[in-house]
């Protein structure tokens, strides 16, 4: 079956602009968690969805929203972008809660200049 | 407040045995993963612990004290292309909260 798949894979925007990804979970799966890694911080916690609802979200300005479709495929945006938001942002999926076992999908490469 | 540590580098060489240790402080416990990252891709799943003891998969082994809020990552027979990092994660009562250590790069040398 196919993974976690995120899209694009690579990005480069300027300050100012916003900005938004999309991952889409593996097929049954229905929670979708997005984390943003950087050299320095390691993986932060943005965001838990289920069933098109924010369950969980982390210490991450408004800047940064997410949403859930009703095929479990998910988005996030992050508006008005700044130096530090460049990192490797990644999705991952489960079945119902992430402690069944996340599937990473490849992460998107965000680079604001 | 949820904390996570573990080392940040350790260095082993290539046949040895090597172990990551991870302690945790969170407000609720679910279970303890590893997680395994090559340079730039995405983690992948090693292990779950979620009652005391050891859990042993192949050369990967997983132990977990829940008294003692500590873990550590077994890998033996070490191979050049388990040079990576390794993440330890904790989830909370619910299963939903994940926190993520900050990883222990782990380079194999030959």
């Known amino acids: 079956k196919a993974g976690v798949t995120q899209t694009p894979r690579y990005l480069i925007k300027t300050r100012g602009q916003q900005v938004t990804l999309s991952c889409s979970p593996i097929?049954?799966?229905?929670?979708v968690s997005w984390y943003q890694q950087t050299p320095g911080q390691g993986l932060q916690f943005l965001f838990e969805?289920?069933?098109?609802?924010?369950?969980n979200k982390g210490n991450f300005p408004g800047r940064f929203s997410g949403r859930q479709f009703s095929n479990s495929r998910s988005e996030m945006n992050v508006s008005t972008l700044e130096l530090g938001d460049s990192a490797l942002y990644l999705c991952?999926?489960?079945?119902?809660?992430?402690?069944?076992?996340?599937?990473f999908g490849s992460g998107t490469r965000l680079t604001v200049v | 407040g949820q904390n996570i540590d573990q080392p940040t580098e350790m260095t082993a060489t290539e046949g040895a045995i090597v172990q990551i240790n991870c302690t945790y402080q969170?407000?609720?416990?679910?279970?303890l993963f590893w997680y395994q990252q090559h340079a730039g891709e995405a983690p992948t799943f090693l292990s779950y612990n979620v009652l005391d003891g050891l859990e042993e998969k192949g050369r990967f082994s997983s132990f977990l004290s829940r008294s003692k809020g500590y873990s550590y990552l077994l890998l033996k027979e070490l191979q050049m292309k388990d040079s990576a990092s390794y993440l330890c994660a904790a989830s909370d009562n619910y299963g939903q909260n994940f926190v993520f250590g900050p990883g222990t790069r782990l380079s194999v040398l030959p």
């Open positions: 969805y289920f069933s098109e609802t924010q369950r």
């Open positions: 097929s049954g799966h229905r929670s």
């Open positions: 991952a999926s489960s079945l119902a809660a992430p402690n069944y076992g996340y599937t």
């Open positions: 969170t407000s609720g416990f679910n279970g």
